[in-house]
């Protein structure tokens, strides 16, 4: 969903409907203590949610939370972070709940 659309005063005299985008599969997110295990071309990575390793266990990269203005999970929990395809990957925001899209060169 998006965070724009046309105004609908059905319910609140603010309210907004908003846009719908086409959707999405996603896996399972990661949570806890797994990992997803993805290969975009490179050879197999983990994907914890938050960071990324190879099958070494060397990290590779950290997901920058304040730069996709996240704040985590809620209590603390880890980020519940999904691989989509490619480079592509999605959190969910730990406070709203809005689904955050992005990519790792």
């Known amino acids: 969903m998006s965070r724009s659309g046309a105004a609908d005063t059905s319910l609140f005299p603010d309210g907004v409907l908003p846009d ?11 949570t ?26 060397n990290l590779l990269h950290v997901v920058d939370l304040a730069a996709l203005g996240l704040r985590g999970s809620p209590a603390g929990s ?3 972070g999904v691989w989509m395809f490619g480079n592509t990957f999605a959190a969910e ?6 689904v955050v899209v992005y990519t790792i060169p």
């Open 20 to 30: 719908g985008y086409t959707q999405l599969p996603l896996s399972s997110p990661t």
């Open 32 to 57: 806890g203590a797994e990992a997803q295990l993805f290969d975009a071309g490179a050879g197999p990575r983990l994907f914890t949610g938050a960071e990324i390793y190879d099958l070494a266990g």
């Open 78 to 80: 880890p980020l519940r």
């Open 93 to 98: 925001d730990g406070d709203t709940s809005t």
